[in-house]
């Protein structure tokens, strides 16, 4: 990475990540249905975005619920969908630059290669979410 990125910093679980400004359309609150059955780990439930029907992502486990609240930012993907996704979050925290963005090494179960580690401008070390890859990785759509 040559030159600093922004990203909205977020609380989510017990921790906090980056996610890149330029997949971030809107944070606010939706609706999220019951987990699909076979649905990819990170694959929450569908949910309704004001008009629009969405995927929901959560890197934590989520309540086993029937219909609920969530908090979340909708993404904005280079690549038109027909559908569009939204990832679960605890709560925004603020915008951030990031300095230098180092790919994931060693790709787990726990830890998928779309968590990349990030450095801050302030120095602080987060992680990143690569919003295409973690799209992709779903197999969903």
């Excluded at 997949?23 to 694959?43: D, E, F, I, K, M």
């Amino acid at each position: 990475m040559t030159e600093a990125l922004n990203g909205l910093e977020c609380r989510i679980g017990q921790g906090r990540l980056i996610v890149p400004m330029t997949a971030v359309a809107q944070v606010g609150n939706y609706r999220v249905g019951g987990r699909l059955p076979t649905s990819a780990r990170h694959v929450a439930g569908i949910g309704a975005w004001e008009e629009q029907l969405v995927v929901s992502l959560s890197l934590v486990a989520s309540a086993a619920t029937v219909d609920r609240e969530a908090t979340g930012i909708l993404l904005e993907t280079k690549a038109r969908t027909p559908m569009r996704w939204a990832l679960e979050i605890i709560a925004p925290v603020g915008i951030v630059r990031v300095v230098k963005i180092t790919p994931n090494a060693q790709p787990s179960t726990r830890r998928p290669a779309w968590l990349q580690t990030a450095i801050t401008s302030d120095d602080r070390t987060m992680l990143w979410i690569a919003v295409e890859e973690m799209i992709a990785a779903t197999g969903v759509g």
